[in-house]
């Protein structure tokens, strides 16, 4: 994986007592999320932080949601 | 009945269902990526003979096209506790490891409860489980095993396992297998038409108690709020071979207070310290000690391990060091003794909650041993720090 770690805009929908992204942009492009391959819950001290696997176009993007600060990440790309 | 519930080669299958380009395909995740052993491999991996414990490099030869994922810890002990919250839901349940759970059903059909959790948690996970169904969790456990990956098998009387080999109950080691072989004893019929007396020679009252277990005349019970932890420990595995003094007694310093502050988080005390070695070689070897006061903060246990280390002569480089603590009890000394230290390391253990274990160290160790990597702890998913 390459690793990334820029902040990014997400575009999300709350359901299923889930936060479900729906695309992002990156680098002025829009990657919409074909699928969520994955995803999990990671606590550094009293941070959480949500992460996500996705596919869109053949590529695998590692997506992350920091609750404290209400950002979210780009943080490593398969291509 | 009791279920015995087995994520199959669980890390593996969480990175495979991560990235679904390495479904079907030899995956091997391995800690740091340069000198890395593998914890877990992948169904397809184990195909060309990969296994838990090899290095990458020894991977790699047996199979050139292994693709070697490095390991999130987090991201298993978070997928982990929602599956144990999905299991809960059917029955008592027991925490086993990060992987593994036992599910007192009760009288409901064992087959529909193993169909439906199966199900959702390859629903929610795309990953599968075995499982394996007896009276008691040593047949269990075993049973989970004779059937894998996406397993489910039942054992209604020990006779069922008599032609499967005593090395599959848990808690027979390859040593004690050696011995029941000399005796004749290599089945488990071999182990169930044996003498008592034989048996005890081997394994002491644990075998009496196994048989009888095995026989269906002592309950083992699941039990939902597990006892305290019986040891906590840590362990790190170095980017490169250690050899001098001062590095050595820096990571032992640092694995010091990650188990310090696992038990303090208990609110535990320990009487037995260990130390685990192991060199550049994969020889490996433990120092122990034990005492009548207990100990819970890390200068006490560093200041053991040193002594410890100090002892002998390391003869090769180190790629290895561990400590664990055992013979715990709750914490009276931390609150009743040691008040003003007690209260220090409140603060101390406060600031780590919230703002992460690296937030803060001693100054004594202020350049650590610069280990990045996670630090292997004993795995339970609520008991990682």
Redesign the interface.
Same mark, same amino acid.
């Given at each position: 994986m390459e690793e990334i770690n820029e902040k990014i805009k997400v575009a999300t929908i709350f359901g299923e007592g889930r936060v479900i992204p729906i695309w992002f942009e990156w680098k002025g492009k829009k990657v919409k999320v074909e699928?969520v $391959?994955?995803r999990?819950? !990671?606590?550094?001290?009293?941070?959480l932080y949500i992460?996500y $696997?996705i596919?869109s176009n053949g590529i695998?993007y590692h997506i992350f949601w920091d609750r404290e600060k209400m950002e979210w990440y780009l943080k490593e790309i !398969?291509w | 009945m009791i279920l015995h519930v087995d994520m199959d080669a669980f890390f593996a299958s969480?990175e495979q /269902? *991560?990235?679904?380009?390495l479904k079907g395909l030899p995956v091997a995740v391995a800690g740091a990526k340069k000198r890395s052993v593998i914890t877990t491999a992948s169904y397809e991996a184990r195909k060309y003979g990969v296994k838990t414990g090899m290095t990458v490099a020894e991977g790699l030869k047996l199979c050139p096209v292994l693709k070697i994922v490095v390991a999130n810890f987090?991201?298993y002990e /978070? *997928?982990s506790r929602e599956i144990m919250e999905i299991l809960k839901k059917y029955g008592e349940l027991e925490v086993y490891s990060v992987d593994e759970a036992f599910l007192d059903i009760g009288r409901a059909n064992h087959k529909e409860v193993a169909i439906a959790f199966k199900k959702e948690i390859r629903d929610n996970?795309?990953i599968t489980c075995s499982v394996g169904g007896a009276e008691n969790k040593v047949l269990a456990k075993l049973a989970s095993g004779l059937k894998k990956p996406d397993g489910f098998f039942i054992v209604n009387d020990v006779k069922d396992v008599y032609e499967v080999s005593v090395s599959e109950i848990c808690g027979i080691g390859k040593k004690t297998v050696r011995k029941l072989a000399l005796l004749g004893i290599i089945t488990i019929g071999d182990f169930m038409n044996a003498s008592l007396h034989k048996i005890k020679s081997v394994m002491g009252i644990h075998g009496v108690r196994l048989f009888y277990t095995l026989k269906g005349e002592i309950k083992d019970y699941v039990n939902p709020d597990p006892d305290r932890p019986k040891s906590i420990g840590n362990s790190m595995t170095f980017d490169r071979d250690l050899f001098h003094k001062a590095e050595i007694e820096k990571a032992l310093f640092q694995l010091a207070e990650k188990v310090a502050f696992r038990l303090r988080r208990e609110m535990l005390e320990a009487r037995h310290v260990s130390l685990i070695v192991r060199y550049k070689d994969f020889e490996t070897f433990s120092l122990q000690h034990s005492q009548a006061m207990p100990i819970y903060d890390e200068k006490e246990i560093f200041s053991i391990v040193k002594k410890l280390i100090s002892s002998i002569e390391l003869v090769k480089p180190v790629r290895l060091l561990g400590i664990s603590v055992s013979d715990l009890a709750p914490a009276i000394q931390q609150r009743l003794f040691d008040k003003n230290l007690y209260e220090r390391y409140k603060v101390i253990d406060m600031i780590?909650?919230?703002?992460?274990f690296n /937030?803060i160290t001693w100054g004594i160790v202020k350049d650590k041993y610069p280990h990045n990597k996670p630090i292997s702890p004993s795995w339970k998913p609520d008991k990682i720090c």
């Open positions: 699928k $391959s994955y999990w819950k !990671e606590k550094e001290g009293s941070c992460h $696997s596919v695998l !398969e | 969480v /269902a *991560t990235n679904p380009s987090k991201k /978070a *997928t996970f795309n780590r909650e919230r703002w992460g /937030a």
